[in-house]
């Protein structure tokens, strides 16, 4: 009778766990590429000519053109929408009201998050200032409403056009108005608005803090575009901006502990949902009526957050538009 040895048959001991994995593995990589549903397919804006390997268009920015001259030149020759890649950061840069509308009111959603950068980590109160959130969970749902009611419930006589005499820097003019309706006080510069409740040390810490801000946040940061980079800290961005963080913080939470004392001692104010009061004061209003409503950030974090955003905002936006405005009106003298 024939038979064959064992020295002849495979020997199953040289069979190991990755080669079983491998060949229960391949049959599943297989129907994946082959049987799987092809994707919708969506068409997306295009991409600008010019990127680099690594760091995408940032080379296209680092000249003595302003970044919107830039941006409306690649508009003009890409259309009304494109990408960019700033870094390792695809962007979406838009250039026609039409889809801007689309972008905040359709699709307010998809925007409402932002991207983690250094800027709305450390001076954004890591990332609870409107307009940084990275997440779509934000204050805004009990916010707005109550702001609306703010407004809507002052008397008549804050209610009236106060006229005032253009003398000064529209940036002061702005911070003086955001100061009363925020904090109820404004930022000293003349012997009539110490009489009016002026915190002049406050005001011009804040209004330093203001300016040192923007210098921080208009600044290219390697390490946005490049993440990896950020231990090295080139340029010193990162240790500017905690300073700055650190002296606005200081200024806002002295307004807001004065503001909890007067609460305090007040119980008119306590009971008096709105009237009487400024921005600051009807958030902690607000914020304690909705806590179940903050998972993300404390109460005092949420106050501060928004108070600085309504400033940095006010301030700014108004400024720059006046000054724009005045330009114009001065180079078209016809159309006074």
Same mark, same amino acid.
């Given at each position: 009778m024939d038979y064959y040895s064992h020295d002849h048959l495979p020997s199953l001991v040289n069979i190991t766990p990755s080669m079983v994995i491998t060949t229960l593995a391949v049959p599943f990589f297989l129907?994946?590429? !082959?049987?799987? /549903?092809? /994707?919708?397919?969506?068409?997306?804006?295009? $991409?600008?000519?010019?990127?680099?390997?690594?760091?995408?268009?940032?080379?296209?920015?680092?000249?003595?053109?302003?970044?919107?001259?830039? !941006?409306?030149?690649m508009a003009d020759k890409y259309g009304p929408i494109f990408t960019i890649r700033m870094g390792v950061h695809k962007t979406i840069v838009v250039?026609?009201? $039409?889809?801007?509308?689309?972008?905040?009111?359709?699709? #307010? /959603?998809?925007?409402?998050?932002?991207?983690?950068?250094?800027g709305p980590e450390l001076l954004g109160y890591n990332y609870a200032l409107f307009g940084c959130s990275v997440t779509s969970e934000?204050?805004?749902?009990?916010?707005?409403? #109550?702001?609306?009611e703010l407004f809507r419930a002052k008397n008549a006589k804050a209610a009236e056009v106060v006229k005032v005499e253009l003398k000064k820097w529209f940036a002061d003019i702005a911070l003086n108005t955001v100061f009363k309706v925020v904090v109820g006080k404004r930022l000293v510069e003349s012997e009539r608005s110490k009489e009016s409740g002026g915190d002049e040390r406050s005001g011009h810490r804040c209004r330093k803090a203001i300016r040192d801000f923007f210098d921080m946040t208009g600044a290219f940061v390697v390490s946005d575009a490049i993440p990896w980079l950020r231990w090295l #800290?080139?340029?010193?961005?990162?240790?500017?901006?905690? /300073?700055?963080?650190?002296? !606005? #913080?200081?200024?806002?939470? $002295?307004?807001l502990e004065e503001h909890k004392r007067k609460r305090t001692l007040d119980s008119e !104010?306590?009971?008096?949902?709105?009237?009487?009061?400024?921005?600051?004061?009807?958030?902690l209003s607000i914020l304690d009526d909705a806590k179940e409503l903050v998972s993300t950030f404390d109460a005092d974090t949420i106050n501060k957050a928004t108070c600085v955003a309504f400033i940095l905002a006010s301030t700014n936006a108004t400024a720059a538009t006046l000054t724009w405005d005045s330009a114009l009106l001065l180079n078209n003298p016809e159309t006074l």
């Amino acid at each position: 009778m024939d038979y064959y040895s064992h020295d002849h048959l495979p020997s199953l001991v040289n069979i190991t766990p990755s080669m079983v994995i491998t060949t229960l593995a391949v049959p599943f990589f297989l129907y994946y590429y !082959l049987f799987r /549903k092809p /994707k919708v397919s969506r068409r997306a804006p295009p $991409e600008a000519g010019g990127a680099w390997p690594l760091i995408g268009h940032l080379p296209l920015f680092g000249g003595s053109q302003l970044p919107p001259i830039t !941006l409306g030149h690649m508009a003009d020759k890409y259309g009304p929408i494109f990408t960019i890649r700033m870094g390792v950061h695809k962007t979406i840069v838009v250039s026609s009201w $039409e889809i801007a509308k689309e972008c905040f009111t359709t699709n #307010d /959603k998809a925007f409402a998050k932002r991207l983690k950068t250094m800027g709305p980590e450390l001076l954004g109160y890591n990332y609870a200032l409107f307009g940084c959130s990275v997440t779509s969970e934000n204050p805004r749902s009990f916010a707005v409403k #109550d702001i609306y009611e703010l407004f809507r419930a002052k008397n008549a006589k804050a209610a009236e056009v106060v006229k005032v005499e253009l003398k000064k820097w529209f940036a002061d003019i702005a911070l003086n108005t955001v100061f009363k309706v925020v904090v109820g006080k404004r930022l000293v510069e003349s012997e009539r608005s110490k009489e009016s409740g002026g915190d002049e040390r406050s005001g011009h810490r804040c209004r330093k803090a203001i300016r040192d801000f923007f210098d921080m946040t208009g600044a290219f940061v390697v390490s946005d575009a490049i993440p990896w980079l950020r231990w090295l #800290d080139l340029g010193g961005y990162e240790r500017a901006m905690k /300073k700055t963080a650190k002296e !606005l #913080d200081q200024v806002v939470e $002295e307004w807001l502990e004065e503001h909890k004392r007067k609460r305090t001692l007040d119980s008119e !104010l306590v009971n008096n949902k709105v009237d009487g009061r400024d921005f600051m004061g009807v958030m902690l209003s607000i914020l304690d009526d909705a806590k179940e409503l903050v998972s993300t950030f404390d109460a005092d974090t949420i106050n501060k957050a928004t108070c600085v955003a309504f400033i940095l905002a006010s301030t700014n936006a108004t400024a720059a538009t006046l000054t724009w405005d005045s330009a114009l009106l001065l180079n078209n003298p016809e159309t006074l």
